[in-house]
């Protein structure tokens, strides 16, 4: 039965007559949303291949809507055989069979069950003409890493290239996809290029939607708009995927975004074509489905682009593309014509946190003064002046540098070069730090290996053969092997450091990291040898005991150079923001505490301190004696002073 009967005297229609019903009450009917048609005078009921919004066959418009039913998906027994792929379309579907195989009667597609058997292509045919397309797509690949057709050209001229490779590359993959028709789908990819073609080779529907893969990157597109109109021969679709294009064109060639917005290039650049009829216009939009590059939640805008080349240039447009759907880690546009797309997004910044600013300005400024400090100590006490004295000075030196540059000059970044310069200096800076802090490591671990050894001149000449090339070669040489893979990581839109894509920051972490372990090693060999040491009743006492001042000063420097820095891989979770303040209150005192340890809490230090101020006072006891005579009473030379 019906869930409703029709108010006619004396007659309860049964849903048998729903449908003359209709047509008798055509004349009455009320309209009903799109995909559906009217029932009787007050309901409507959705077309096949579509369902209505709460799932009922039934409803009052404009109360529903109709959605199209997505007959591939698991739960809907729609069956295409092995070997073959259903693929969804608006108000039905359709098969296709998977790459490497076709259908027996050479159709591109199929929707009956009884015609489901995908055999698959011999060798004999796909040969030759993957091969071909496989070079095509190795030519690709070279002509795009090749470093001196980039390098050489700047601004404008680039975009040109650019524009010119781009509609290259099309021609080529499609005639490469025409030359075998009979191979109806192909798909070649490589490390930075991926391409898929679908040859069609007879008319079709605008029912009919062809999807085509690249990488994590997506298009449908309908059959129609692929043959327009075509039916001297076979007709082509490709769909071209890049994974290093952004490096290349990034989103500085966006003219449509607002100055306030840092706009970000975060897919890869795509191209789609058809053939043999090429820029002809489409009778319904292509939808293209990004995967983003790097996943962030706080997306504030998101701009579906194209690439429109000109005989000068080109840039990165809006015109004719429409944002249909993003999430986190997607996006899905719709373009009224073909080229080359990508997404671009500009993100909410991240609130810095006042009082962690204060702190870094207020503890880094101090320690500029401590670190100045202990370097004129370093220079000019003779005292204590050694091999390790000279380590601590080269130390506090790159410290001093370093954080003097971080404070004046990490957010500027509004010329790029500069800033990637300044990234540059800054990853170069605070490696040397860690290097040096490695040799005052291995400095250690010598000089607690050679207690029994009265001349000591083996050690120290060997410390400062090493010391300068080891301090300052290591940190240039690693700065220089990053700068040149990867020059475009150095400065971030925020700051000038390094950037965190492509795990870019662990040219700076990785050898923080395994100096850390390694002189955490030393130190346990050095508390070893302390300990054999100490049990012998013939060491001497006083070399044990510099040994042990020596090793708890360098502790104590290990845990503010090295665990601090720790504390930043800590930042995540519910303990985020404690260790946030943890680490920028320990790292901003390094100066303050190598001058207290080094300067200050020695001795030797302490005492050239008092000398210094004793040689000053003693001119100013003079002149008085001089000025009042020795024979003076002491009430005379009160009342002087007074």
């Known amino acids: ?16 007559l729903s449908g ?54 698991p739960r809907i027994s729609i069956y295409c055989g092995v070997n073959a792929k259903c693929q969804n379309t608006k108000g039905s579907f359709y098969c296709h069979c998977n790459a490497g195989y076709k259908l027996l009667s050479g159709k591109a597609q199929f929707s009956n069950s009884s015609e489901n058997t995908c055999q698959k292509i011999t060798p004999s045919e796909t040969t030759n003409s993957t091969k071909e397309l496989q070079q095509v797509v190795e030519n690709i690949e070279s002509l795009l890493t090749n470093k001196t057709v980039w390098g050489m050209e700047e601004g404008r001229n680039i975009t040109a290239t650019f524009t010119s490779i781009l509609q290259k590359i099309e021609s080529v993959v499609v005639e ?25 080779t007879d008319n079709c529907s605008k029912a009919v939607i062809f999807n085509l893969n690249a990488q994590m990157n997506s298009m449908d597109i309908h059959c129609s708009d692929v043959i327009q109109g075509n039916t001297q021969g076979p007709s082509a679709v490709a769909f071209v995927s890049y994974s290093s294009l952004g490096n290349i064109i990034n989103a500085t060639f966006f003219e449509e975004a607002n100055e306030t917005d840092q706009v970000y290039l975060n897919s890869q650049v795509v191209s789609a074509a058809i053939g043999p009829k090429r820029n002809t216009p489409l009778s319904q939009a292509v939808s293209l489905s990004f995967q ?16 429109k080349g ?9 015109e004719g593309c429409f944002l249909i759907q993003a999430n986190k880690t997607h996006s899905i546009c719709s373009c009224t014509h073909l080229s080359s797309f990508a997404v671009l997004m500009a993100f909410h910044r991240e609130e810095e946190d006042p009082a962690l600013t204060v702190i870094t300005y207020v503890g880094l400024s101090f320690s500029l003064l401590c670190l100045l400090l202990a370097a004129l100590t370093f220079l000019l006490c003779k005292a204590i002046q050694n091999t390790s004295t000279s380590l601590h000075l080269q130390l506090s030196l790159c410290l001093f540098l370093a954080h003097l540059l971080f404070l004046t000059a990490v957010d500027r970044t509004e010329i790029k070069v500069l800033c990637a310069i300044i990234a540059g200096a800054l990853h170069y800076l605070y490696l040397a730090s860690f290097v040096w802090m490695l040799l005052e490591g291995l400095h250690l671990f010598l000089t607690a290996r050679n207690l029994t050894v009265v001349n000591h001149s083996s050690i120290n000449t060997f410390m400062k053969k090493l010391m300068f090339p080891v301090g300052y070669g290591v940190p240039a040489v690693i700065v220089a092997i990053s700068a040149a893979s990867r020059p475009h990581l150095y400065g971030t839109p925020d700051y000038c450091w390094l950037h965190l894509d492509q795990k870019f920051i662990w040219a700076f972490l990785g050898p923080v990291c395994a100096i850390i372990c390694v002189n955490f090693v030393f130190f346990l060999l050095v508390l070893w ?11 001497e006492v006083s070399t044990i005991k510099n040994i042990k001042m020596l090793t708890l000063k360098a502790t104590a420097q290990l845990f503010i150079l090295g665990c601090s820095w720790f504390l930043g891989f800590l930042q995540i979770g519910p303990a985020a923001h404690v260790m946030a303040y943890l680490f920028t209150i320990i790292n901003s005192l390094q100066g303050f505490f190598i001058f207290l340890v080094y300067c200050l809490l020695s001795q030797q230090v302490r005492k050239w301190f008092g000398e210094i101020i004793k040689s000053k006072s003693e001119p100013e006891t003079q002149t008085l004696s001089s000025r009042f005579g020795p024979d003076s009473k002491p009430s005379e030379k ?3 002073i007074k």
């Open 20 to 73: 003359v019903m209709a047509q008798k009450t055509k004349g009455t009917c009320r309209q009903c949303p799109q995909d559906a048609s009217c029932v009787n005078a007050t309901h409507c009921s959705c077309h096949r291949g579509y369902i209505s919004e709460s799932r009922q066959q039934y409803f009052t418009y404009p109360l529903e809507i109709c959605e199209d039913i997505d007959e591939c998906k």
């Open 292 to 307: 983003h590059v790097k996943v962030k939640p706080s997306i504030k805008k998101v701009f579906c682009v194209y690439w």
């Open 310 to 318: 000109t005989k000068e240039g080109g840039h990165w447009s809006m």
């Open 1 to 16: 039965m019906s869930p409703f009967c029709f108010p006619v005297p004396g007659l309860c229609f049964l849903l048998s």
């Open 176 to 200: 490469t996809a025409l030359k075998t028709p009979d191979q109806k789908l192909q798909k070649v990819q490589n490390r930075t290029v991926a391409v898929e073609t679908r040859v069609v």
């Open 529 to 539: 040898i302390l300990k054999r040491k100490l049990s012998s009743l013939n060491s």
């Open 638 to 640: 009160l009342v002087h």
